[in-house]
C-alpha cells in the first residue's frame, strides 16, 4: 500500500482534489453564482488534463476514479438544470396511464386529471416554458423516465438517483466500448478518458442528469458492432439511440457508402421498424402535430449561448433594422436546409468506405450544425467531445471548457446572456479549429509529399 502510495502520490492527491471541488460543486452551489462556479470548473479542469497526463495508460486507477467523481453526486439535487422536474413529471404520468405527449403539464394541472404528492412541486419546479408545452423527450426516454419514476417510489430524490445510477452505467459502458472501438481503429484507447474524466461530462449527465450519456453507449455500441461487421445487430441499437435523442437521424446517410446500397437499405429498414416499435405505446393521431410543435420550437423560439446566429442577429439588428422575434423565425428555418446540404456534400465528397472517416463526417456535420443553431446548451457538446476522440481533432475537448462560460446567463433572473463571454467562448473554439486544421492538413501533405517522393 505504502509502494503503490510513493508511486502515484500526486495523481491520488489529484483525485482527491478533484472529489473535493465536486463535492462543493454538487451540495454547496447555486447556479446564480457565476464566480464560484466558474472557479470550480477551471479548478477541474486543470485536474482532469493533469490526471490524464500522469495516469493514462493506469486503466485500474482512471476507472475507478471516474466512477468515484460520479458518485459524489449520488445524494445530490441537480442544482444547474431544471430539467429533472420534467423528467420525474413526465415518468409519473407515464406510470399513471397519461401520453406525455398529449397534454401539457398546464393542462393537466388545470383539469386536475394528474393529481399525486409531488404534482405541484415538480410543475413548480419545471418552470413555466416546460409547463406550457408538450413534453419534447423521445419514447425511450420517456421509458427511463417511467422506470425512475417507479423506483423512486414517489419520492423525487429517489427518482433522481435512479436516473444517476442509469447513467453512470452508461458512462461505464461507453468506456468499455469506446476502447473496444478504438482499439478496432488502431488508435490508443487511453484517448476514451478524454471523455469518461470530461468534468463537463461528469457535472451535465451524472449531476444534472442529461440523457446525452445514454444516447451516446447506444450509439458508441452499435458503432462498434459496424466495426466487426455486425450490421443487423447494430441497427436496433442504433434506433434505441435515435429514440433517446434524435441527433443520430442526423447521421444515417453516412452509413451508405460504408455499406453499401444493399445493406444500407436493409439497415434503414431494421432501424426504421425498431424506432415504430419504440413509437407504439405513445401514438395517437395527435402525437406528431404535438411533437412537432414542440420540437419546431427549438428551431424558431429559443436562443441560447448560440455562435453564428449572435452574429447575423447582431448585424441584423443593429445595420439593417431587422426584428429579432422575425429574424430568429427565419433563421431557424434555414439552418436545417444548411445541415443537409453539408451532410449531403460530406457523403458525396467525404471518403466515407471507412468508419473512421465516418466518425469523422458525423463530427464534422454536428459542429456545423451547433455553429448554426440558436440553441447550444452545454451539455449539447458532450457528443461532439466523444466523437473527436475517434479523430485527429481535439477542439470538442477546449469548447467543453469553455462552454461553462454560458453559465453567466443562470446568474441573472431574466437569464440574460453576457454577449462578451460568449464571443470569448467561441472565439477560442473557432481560434483552436482552425489551428487545428491547418495543422492536421500541414502534416497530411507532408506525408503525401515524401509518399511521392518515395
Not at 353 to 372: D, G, I, P
Request: glycine share 6%; charged share 15%; hydrophobic share 55%.
Amino acid at each position: 500500500m505504502y509502494a503503490y502510495w510513493k508511486l502515484h502520490k500526486i495523481p491520488i492527491l489529484i483525485a482527491l482534489g478533484s472529489v473535493l471541488f465536486y463535492g462543493v460543486l454538487a451540495y454547496d452551489l447555486v447556479r446564480e453564482d457565476f464566480t464560484k462556479l466558474i472557479c470550480l470548473f477551471a479548478a477541474l479542469f486543470f485536474l482532469y488534463f493533469k490526471l490524464i497526463q500522469f495516469e493514462k495508460w493506469n486503466l485500474k486507477f482512471m476507472v475507478v476514479t471516474g466512477i468515484l467523481f460520479r458518485l459524489v453526486f449520488l445524494m445530490a439535487e441537480p442544482n444547474l438544470s431544471t430539467d429533472f422536474y420534467r423528467f420525474v413529471w413526465d415518468g409519473e404520468l407515464i406510470n399513471g396511464g397519461i401520453n406525455p405527449y398529449l397534454y401539457t403539464p398546464d393542462e393537466l394541472m388545470q383539469s386536475s386529471e394528474f393529481i399525486t404528492q409531488n404534482s405541484e412541486l415538480l410543475h413548480k419546479g419545471m418552470g413555466g416554458l416546460s409547463a406550457r408545452h408538450f413534453s419534447n423527450y423521445p419514447p425511450l426516454n420517456q421509458l427511463f423516465f417511467a422506470l425512475a419514476a417507479l423506483f423512486g417510489g414517489g419520492s423525487i430524490l429517489g427518482s433522481v438517483i435512479a436516473m444517476r445510477l442509469t447513467i453512470v452505467l452508461a458512462d461505464i459502458g461507453i468506456l468499455y466500448f469506446a476502447r473496444k472501438l478504438l482499439r478496432n481503429l488502431n488508435k490508443s484507447t487511453h484517448l476514451a478518458f478524454w471523455y469518461f474524466l470530461n468534468p463537463l461530462v461528469i457535472v451535465e449527465l451524472t449531476g444534472n442528469l442529461h440523457f446525452e450519456g445514454v444516447m451516446i453507449f447506444f450509439f458508441v455500441w452499435a458503432m462498434y458492432l459496424l466495426s466487426v461487421k455486425k450490421w443487423w445487430t447494430a441497427a436496433p441499437i442504433y434506433a434505441m439511440a435515435i429514440m433517446l435523442k434524435l441527433i443520430p437521424l442526423l447521421f444515417l446517410p453516412f452509413l451508405l457508402p460504408f455499406l453499401g446500397l444493399k445493406r444500407s437499405v436493409l439497415f434503414y429498414a431494421l432501424t426504421g421498424i425498431a424506432c415504430v416499435v419504440f413509437l407504439l405505446p405513445f401514438y395517437s393521431p395527435f402525437f406528431i402535430e404535438n411533437y412537432g410543435e414542440t420540437v419546431k420550437l427549438w428551431f424558431s423560439n429559443f436562443e441560447f449561448n448560440a455562435g453564428i446566429y449572435n452574429m447575423v442577429k447582431y448585424i441584423a439588428v443593429n445595420h439593417y433594422e431587422a426584428k429579432p422575434w422575425e429574424l430568429i423565425k427565419d433563421y431557424g428555418s434555414l439552418v436545417p436546409l444548411f445541415t443537409i446540404l453539408a451532410i449531403l456534400l460530406l457523403v458525396i465528397f467525404n471518403n466515407n468506405h471507412k468508419l473512421e472517416n465516418v466518425l469523422k463526417s458525423m463530427l464534422m456535420a454536428l459542429t456545423l450544425y451547433y455553429f448554426l443553431s440558436t440553441t447550444v446548451h452545454p451539455w449539447y457538446t458532450i457528443f461532439l467531445l466523444f466523437l473527436v476522440i475517434f479523430t485527429d481533432y481535439r477542439f470538442a475537448i477546449v469548447w467543453s471548457a469553455t462552454v461553462v462560460l454560458s453559465y453567466f446567463a443562470y446568474s441573472n433572473l431574466d437569464f440574460k446572456e453576457n454577449l462578451w463571454l460568449i464571443f470569448i467562448e467561441y472565439f477560442v473554439v473557432f481560434g483552436f479549429l482552425f489551428y487545428e486544421i491547418f495543422k492536421i492538413e500541414n502534416i497530411k501533405g507532408l506525408f503525401q509529399q515524401k509518399s511521392m517522393s518515395e
